[in-house]
């Protein structure tokens, strides 16, 4: 199983990102596909889901950000608009069995990519 997060970059606030993970080796169909971030210093934080339910966001995120998939391309999204300072971390996409329900724990995600750098500047 390998999930591939890119997209990362430097960007100025205000400005826009679209972090990709492509999944191989499961069927991302079936599995709750989720992105997390860790600042420097901080713990790792649920930013966003989407599954069988309608997608779900972490409060500091909601309405600047976007997570879809496309299950064709077993490849899933997470646009992010509006970027803040406070945005800036490692960003890690993952993969949950617990299709259904709604998944914030890390604990609940079995596959995680490697990461990818998101940088914002004030």
């Known amino acids: 199983v390998q999930l591939q997060a890119s997209g990362g970059g430097l960007v100025q606030a205000g400005g826009s990102l679209r972090l990709s993970c492509a999944v191989s080796?499961?069927?991302?169909?079936?599995?709750?596909m989720g992105w997390f971030r860790q600042a420097p210093g901080k713990e790792r934080e649920f930013v966003a889901a989407?599954?069988?339910?309608?997608?779900y966001y972490t409060d500091s995120v909601k309405g600047r950000f976007t997570v879809s998939r496309d299950n064709a391309k077993k490849t899933v999204y997470l646009q992010m608009n509006n970027l803040k300072p406070e945005d800036t971390a490692v960003y890690f996409c993952?993969?949950?069995?617990?299709?259904?329900?709604?998944?914030?724990?890390?604990?609940?995600?079995?596959?995680w990519g490697q990461g990818t750098l998101v940088t914002v500047s004030s």
């Open positions: 989407r599954g069988r339910t309608t997608p």
């Open positions: 993952a993969a949950s069995p617990y299709y259904g329900r709604r998944n914030f724990d890390s604990r609940d995600y079995d596959y």
């Open positions: 080796g499961l069927t991302s169909s079936a599995y709750d």
